[in-house]
């Protein structure tokens, strides 16, 4: 149980274009998603923590215009990209608590490799 | 600020010995420590948890010790195997937040066969 898919798990695109990257909770329910980014050889970093019907809240530093992160549903969420550049390049890896769970644990997607040239 | 540190970034332990993973905090406010496994080009994969009421934690291989007092924790693989080899990961939640936990850097580790 508790799984959580990411899609794409790779993606190449432009640079100026938008990329949007969905999260979802396959078995379980998820008021709250969290997104990282993570570089090579680094920790992961929280960009944003997702909540759903409500704005999501952003680390300090992240642009939230850029950004962009909705969560449609219990078991939706996706992170949008906009107007890449080569320094947005990384892996993103989203997470998701089980609704109601008292405990922190949370659980990860597989992660999406974007590339932007 | 790093307010979770895993100071060995990398560690390398023969088949069959104990891998022991070390993790130091700096905000007396986390009650809750997570230690999670990580693959390349994979998301990370909880391996056990422990609250701060407890001073440690068994599951299978692998067992965490907290020490409130110094603020630090560690993760024990015994033994280890080939298979363990991955990046770990210590995280910390509480304080100011409740929903999100802090990652430290990470420790990679390598078990020789």
């Known amino acids: 149980g508790a799984v959580v898919s990411q899609h794409p798990s790779w993606v190449i695109c432009k640079s100026g274009t938008s990329v949007k990257i969905e999260c979802r909770s396959l078995d379980f329910q998820a008021t709250t998603m969290f997104w990282y980014r993570q570089f090579p050889k680094q920790s992961l970093m929280l960009m944003a923590t997702?909540?759903?019907?409500?704005?999501?809240?952003?680390e300090q530093g992240v642009e939230k215009d850029k950004f962009l992160i909705n969560h449609a549903s219990l078991t939706l969420s996706t992170l949008t990209v906009t107007s890449a550049h080569p320094e947005d390049s990384s892996f993103y890896i989203c997470?998701?608590?089980?609704?109601?769970?008292?405990?922190?644990?949370?659980?990860f997607g597989p992660g999406t490799r974007l590339t932007v040239t | 600020d790093q307010q979770v540190k895993q100071n060995s970034p990398s560690l390398s332990v023969q088949e069959g010995r104990i891998s022991i993973l070390n993790c130091d905090y700096t905000n007396s406010m986390f009650d809750y420590f997570l230690w999670y496994k990580k693959y390349p080009a994979e998301g990370p994969t909880f391996l056990i948890s422990?609250?701060?009421?407890?001073d440690k934690n068994e599951d299978g291989r692998f067992t965490v010790f907290l020490n409130k007092s110094a603020k630090h924790l560690s993760l024990h693989i015994v033994p280890s195997q080939p298979g363990d080899s991955a990046v770990y990961f210590c995280a910390a939640g509480g304080g100011t937040s409740y929903d999100k936990v802090i990652f430290g850097p990470g420790t990679s580790l390598s078990v020789i066969p």
């Open positions: 997702s909540n759903e019907g409500s704005k999501a809240t952003y």
């Open positions: 997470s998701a608590r089980v609704m109601g769970s008292s405990s922190y644990e949370q659980y």
């Open positions: 422990i609250s701060s009421i407890k």
